[in-house]
């Protein structure tokens, strides 16, 4: 059973920077894809960016490409994500996530708490 713990959110003027990280416990962390999610309210969760075990492959919502970066450490079992350039669309709960194997697309099994990020106009 894999645990998650993200830290990192908070409240920022559009334009602004914040960086999510999760940290995951429990499992072989480097035979999991790695996934960031997000709900606005009243809005369906969807991925915002994902991240494959060795790193080498990821995947970017439209919405956030060119603005957002996922990495990852397996040494040290955790992923981030790197979001400039803000607004306040980007306003959510984020949640890191993680699912077996090599496919960034697909169900998740393991989810974190969620953290709350806020876009200020």
């Known amino acids: ?6 830290s990192g959110g908070g409240l920022v003027q559009a334009g602004g920077s914040l960086r999510l990280s ?21 809005k369906e ?3 915002v960016a994902a991240i494959s075990w060795s790193g080498g492959n990821t995947y970017y919502a ?3 490409k060119g603005r957002f970066t996922i990495s990852r450490d397996n040494a040290k079992n955790t992923d981030d994500l790197q979001m400039n350039s803000l607004k ?3 306003t959510a709960v ?7 194997g090599s496919a960034l697309l697909g169900r998740y099994n393991y989810w974190g708490q969620g ?7």
């Open 1 to 6: 059973q894999v645990q998650l713990v993200e």
């Open 62 to 64: 439209e919405s956030v």
């Open 115 to 121: 953290t709350q990020v806020t876009v200020s106009s």
């Open 45 to 47: 969760r969807e991925l």
């Open 94 to 100: 984020y949640y890191c996530a993680a699912r077996p």
């Open 22 to 42: 999760c940290v995951a416990s429990g499992g072989t962390f480097s035979m999991y894809t790695m996934g960031w999610f997000r709900q606005a309210p009243g």
């Open 88 to 90: 306040p669309e980007d």
